[in-house]
T-cell receptor, first 111, second 115 residues
Framework: DAKTTQPPSMDCAEGRAANLPCNHSTISGNEYVYWYRQIHSQGPQYIIH???NNETNEMASLIITEDRKSSTLILPHATLRDTAVYYC????????????FGQGTELSVKP | DVKVTQSSRYLVKRTGEKVFLECVQDMDHENMFWYRQDPGLGLRLIYFSYDVKMKEKGDIPEGYSVSREKKERFSLILESASTNQTSMYLCASSGTRTGGRNEQFFGPGTRLTVL
């Protein structure tokens, strides 16, 4: 079973920040939070990952709470092309093993 | 750019046929994975491989087998296709570099229909 909980769907206005929450209350000390997204009819795509510090890259920012039981993925200026299903996954870093996908959040960016 | 390619985007087969789904990656990745994706069930892992000639069962291996004779290629085999194997099949690969992100890279998927 997935170790994360996400809302099934969210809407966001184009140009606004999209904030996608994820709960992972049973996360272990050696587990990282990974985010992937899947645009319709494509394979999932890596976005970002983190352990306990906030992370930012060219695609998004990741905010992890101090107790690490939840996190938020932020798309700072959402575009129509960001419409996708976003998956939050916890796994041990550097472990080449499987990803356990939950149901994810279906983000709809509207004009 | 990392490339994970799958042999077909769409495939239609008949019940009882033997089906081969091929996946090739060009990043010299050690790990390769096969998932299937179904509405309401999300992505589920079928098999994975950590090295050539090695394989591990995932969550739903029944009715499937795999082959990894070369590092870059991972094949999923349906010995006798059944209608409940109609699905989207996704292949992925990842590395194990120390300090690397080691995220999984996914192929575009093969939509298999078994009639």
């Amino acid at each position: 079973d997935a170790k994360t909980t996400q809302p099934p769907s969210m809407d966001c206005a184009e140009g606004r920040a999209a904030n996608l929450p994820c709960n992972h209350s049973t996360i272990s000390g050696n587990e990282y939070v990974y985010w992937y997204r899947q645009i319709h009819s494509q394979g999932p795509q890596y976005i970002i990952h983190g352990l306990k510090n906030n992370e930012t890259n060219e695609m998004a920012s990741l905010i992890i709470t101090e107790d690490r039981k939840s996190s938020t993925l932020i798309l700072p200026h959402a575009t129509l092309r960001d419409t996708a299903v976003y998956y939050c996954i916890v796994r041990i870093y550097n472990q080449g093993g499987k990803l356990i996908f939950g149901q994810g959040t279906e983000l709809s960016v509207k004009p | 750019d990392v490339k994970v390619t799958q042999s077909s985007r769409y495939l239609v087969k008949r019940t009882g046929e033997k089906v081969f789904l091929e996946c090739v990656q060009d990043m010299d990745h050690e790990n390769m994975f096969w998932y299937r994706q179904d509405p309401g069930l999300g992505l589920r892992l079928i098999y994975f491989s950590y090295d050539v000639k090695m394989k591990e069962k995932g969550d739903i291996p029944e009715g499937y087998s795999v082959s990894r004779e070369k590092k870059e290629r991972f094949s999923l085999i349906l010995e006798s296709a059944s209608t409940n194997q109609t699905s989207m099949y996704l292949c992925a690969s990842s590395g194990t570099r120390t300090g690397g992100r080691n995220e999984q890279f996914f192929g575009p998927g093969t939509r298999l229909t078994v009639l």
